[in-house]
């Protein structure tokens, strides 16, 4: 899929982002944006990360059905137990993703001028 090509998620996502920015002031869209962008990559990372739980599940089943009956108790305790702590992993941690509260805009700035100073700092040759 080429980024040209879009999916009904996008065009649902889009509408729904239009109706709220129609209610809103023009001086709130920046901040009506990027909460709507926020909100659907988070639920974007909880579909990805559920996907891969679902397939990491099924490719446990198959392997359990060819080698179990191959090995001892306690290789499939074993296994077992990590189909358990698969299970209980949350897709924030699947994925590494926190959902911490959002910088501020002095926060993010500061951010820019460290990175900035950093990049001056650097000799280039």
Same mark, same amino acid.
């Given at each position: 899929?080429t980024? =040209?090509?879009? /999916? &009904?998620?996008?065009?649902?996502?889009?509408?729904? +982002?239009? @109706?709220? +920015? !129609?209610?809103?002031?023009?001086?709130e /869209?920046g *901040?009506?944006a $990027?909460?709507?962008?926020?909100?659907?990559?988070? %639920?974007?990372?909880? /579909?990805?990360?559920?996907?891969?739980r679902?397939s990491?599940? @099924? *490719?446990?089943?198959? &392997? @359990?059905?060819r080698?179990?009956r191959?090995?001892? $108790?306690s290789w499939?305790?074993?296994?077992? %137990?990590?189909? !358990?702590c698969?299970? $209980? *992993?949350?897709t924030?941690d699947? +994925?590494?993703?926190?959902?911490?509260?959002?910088? =501020? !805009?002095?926060q993010?700035?500061r951010? +820019?001028?460290?990175?900035?100073?950093r990049? !001056?700092?650097?000799? *280039?040759t």
């Open positions: 899929m980024t =040209s090509e879009t /999916w &009904e998620v996008d065009r649902l996502a889009a509408a729904e +982002l239009l @109706a709220r +920015l !129609k209610e809103a002031p023009e001086g /869209w *901040t009506i $990027a909460e709507a962008i926020a909100s659907m990559r988070l %639920h974007n990372y909880d /579909w990805a990360a559920q996907r891969v679902q990491m599940l @099924a *490719t446990l089943e198959r &392997e @359990a059905d080698t179990f191959d090995r001892d $108790a499939s305790d074993g296994f077992v %137990h990590a189909e !358990k698969l299970l $209980a *992993t949350s924030s699947l +994925l590494g993703v926190s959902s911490r509260p959002a910088r =501020s !805009k002095g993010v700035l951010a +820019l001028l460290r990175s900035a100073r990049q !001056k700092s650097v000799p *280039t």
